[in-house]
């Protein structure tokens, strides 16, 4: 027996339709966690069901984006405490590039991928947030459940680490 998700209120719908139309951002924002495509889907299956268990805890339809983003990154820290192992570069994350564009791609991003990595999983959600998924800081902090000036500091010491590890400037 498992639990019913079928849409039966207008706020259900309107939450199949987001979680729908923007499943592509959410399973990319896990698989940054995660690095496994099928736990990837897994988290976000996760969080999909938490936020229709838990949909009454939206006060504010306009608020689903950051609401459910909290939800997905508290589940993606979960898999990672519960899945603690060391990091390796995916094989499917070079999965159909032509040789020649592996190895450019490869090792253009490698530096900055395994240092972003390397990062404590608050400056890393900060970073993929703002940098990987486009999120203005204000819904990053929402997101994280910390203050504005909180998420400013954070990306301002995992820039300044990421600085550090790379050897090179990066700016917000």
Same mark, same amino acid.
């Given at each position: 027996? #498992?639990?019913? &998700?079928?849409?039966?209120?207008?706020?259900?719908?309107?939450?199949?339709?987001?979680?729908?139309?923007?499943?592509?951002?959410?399973?990319?924002?896990?698989?940054?966690?995660?690095?496994? %495509?099928?736990? %990837?889907?897994?988290?976000?299956?996760? %969080?999909?069901?938490?936020?229709?268990?838990?949909?009454?805890?939206?006060?504010?339809?306009?608020?689903?984006?950051?609401?459910?983003?909290?939800?997905?990154?508290? !589940?993606?820290?979960?898999?990672?405490?519960?899945?603690?192992?060391?990091?390796?570069?995916? $094989?499917?994350?070079?999965? #159909?590039?032509?040789?020649?564009?592996?190895?450019?791609?490869?090792?253009?991003? &490698?530096?900055?991928?395994?240092?972003?990595?390397?990062?404590?999983?608050?400056?890393?959600?900060?970073? &993929?947030?703002?940098?990987?998924?486009?999120?203005?800081?204000?819904?990053?902090?929402?997101?994280?459940?910390?203050?504005? $000036?909180?998420?400013?500091?954070?990306?301002?010491? %995992?820039?300044? !680490?990421?600085?550090?590890?790379?050897?090179? !400037?990066?700016?917000?």
């Amino acid at each position: 027996m #498992g639990i019913d &998700l079928t849409p039966s209120s207008q706020a259900e719908e309107e939450l199949e339709i987001f979680l729908r139309e923007h499943q592509n951002e959410f399973y990319r924002l896990a698989y940054s966690y995660v690095k496994n %495509a099928d736990e %990837a889907l897994d988290v976000v299956q996760e %969080a999909a069901i938490k936020a229709f268990v838990h949909r009454s805890s939206l006060r504010n339809p306009q608020n689903m984006k950051a609401w459910f983003y909290r939800i997905l990154v508290n !589940e993606s820290l979960t898999w990672l405490r519960r899945n603690r192992r060391m990091y390796t570069v995916p $094989s499917d994350y070079l999965e #159909g590039m032509q040789s020649e564009e592996r190895t450019e791609r490869f090792d253009e991003n &490698l530096d900055l991928y395994k240092a972003v990595l390397q990062l404590d999983p608050k400056l890393r959600t900060v970073v &993929l947030l703002r940098f990987f998924e486009g999120m203005k800081l204000e819904d990053i902090a929402v997101v994280t459940n910390a203050r504005l $000036s909180t998420v400013k500091t954070r990306l301002y010491r %995992a820039l300044k !680490e990421l600085k550090t590890m790379l050897g090179e !400037e990066i700016s917000a």
